[in-house]
């Protein structure tokens, strides 16, 4: 087995054991755990190449050992939701910096201007929706913020929205885990919770992706 494979195959084990884990390292690190946490959810939120840490599934285990005594709780919803907020301003920030330098040929086959307009014009009519539906979905969680900065979703209008979908993304995460988390069917099962978790937050891409592909096929045989 290769070192990639078994550094995927890892992070897989750690993805589906988060109890486990997350156990062992506030019994080792204590207070510096909650510091842990806002790494891990700033980098997820805040990196556009770190899309494939742990969010939604974090946030609930995080939420479960605050129930038990192990964490508190209201240092994890503020650190976590700072981390949160914080990260998407850095991406969005990115996004405006560097989206009129890539964005500037008019006949580029991937970056043409006409992109750029394009995007700003979504964003202008659905930015406030698509930043709060981003949160809850991996993946375009990381990269909504960076596309809105790219956008020119003005700021005052992102930190808004921004701020509410950080607020109802931890609401909804950490306090299922806080109230869900040491029932003794999800203890029991906690890798399959954590694997459900997870599918379910990816199936608006997949209802999207199918939706398109039918579109496509309707508009061929038309």
């Not at 690190?29 to 494939?52: D, K, M, N, Q, S």
């Not at 910096?97 to 043409?112: A, Q, R, T, V, W």
């Not at 406030?128 to 913020?145: E, G, L």
């Not at 040491?182 to 978790?197: A, D, P, T």
Request: with cysteine; charged share 15%; glycine share 8%.
């Amino acid at each position: 087995m290769g070192l990639l494979e078994t550094g995927f195959m890892t992070f897989i084990d750690i993805i589906l054991h988060l109890d486990v884990y997350l156990k062992a390292v506030i019994e080792t690190y204590h207070l510096w755990t909650y510091a842990l946490l806002f790494v891990v959810i700033f980098c997820e939120t805040g990196l556009i190449f770190t899309p494939f840490l742990p969010g939604d599934s974090l946030l609930f285990a995080a939420g479960a050992f605050a129930a038990l005594g192990s964490l508190n709780i209201y240092s994890v919803f503020f650190i976590i939701l700072i981390a949160a907020a914080m990260g998407d301003l850095v991406n969005y920030t990115a996004g405006n910096y560097i989206g009129p330098k890539i964005f500037k040929k008019e006949d580029s086959l991937l970056f043409n201007k006409k992109y750029l307009v394009q995007t700003e014009t979504f964003y202008e009519k659905h930015g406030s929706k698509t930043i709060i539906a981003a949160r809850f979905i991996p993946i375009i969680r990381t990269f909504a913020p960076f596309i809105a900065g790219i956008g020119k979703m003005k700021v005052l209008r992102f930190l808004f929205y921004n701020v509410i979908g950080a607020l109802l993304w931890c609401s909804f995460f950490i306090l299922g885990g806080y109230f869900f988390g040491n029932i003794s069917f999800v203890k029991e099962h906690f890798s399959w919770v954590i694997l459900g978790i997870i599918l379910l937050s990816f199936l608006p891409v997949t209802k999207g992706i199918l939706q398109s592909l039918l579109r496509n096929r309707q508009n061929k045989n038309q």
